[in-house]
């Protein structure tokens, strides 16, 4: 069974960094489409950046420059960098996979971040 566990958020001020991690357990990272998603209150869920099959890693407009994503094969475990953090960030990020002849993916419960202005 395939389970992905986040930590990392918090509260932070504008201007600041944190580091988020997923675990995985019951997959491979090497094998599957990974990324990370956020969802704001009362906003719909979206990307934040996505490793594709091609091995090269997509971020959204609003993230470029500011947040980096990562992935230790050997410890099946990605990563989110985030630095220059805004107020707008604000939200609960969560992980996902998915195999990539799969329709459904496999979600984290997610982790916090608050960024106070």
């Known amino acids: 069974q395939v389970q992905l566990v986040e930590s990392g958020g918090g509260l932070v001020q504008a201007g600041g960094s944190l580091r988020l991690s997923c675990a995985a357990s019951g997959t491979d990272f090497r094998k599957v489409l990974v990324g990370w998603y956020r969802q704001a209150p009362g906003k719909q869920r979206e990307l934040v950046a996505v490793i594709n099959s091609g091995g090269s890693i997509n971020y959204a407009d609003s993230v470029k420059g500011r947040f980096t994503m990562s992935r230790d094969n050997a410890k099946n475990t990605m990563y989110l960098q985030m630095n220059s953090l805004k107020p707008e960030d604000t939200g609960v990020y969560h992980c996902?996979?998915?195999?990539?002849?799969?329709?459904?993916?496999?979600w984290g419960q997610g982790t916090q971040v608050t960024v106070s202005s």
């Open positions: 996902a996979s998915r195999a990539p002849e799969a329709t459904s993916a496999y």
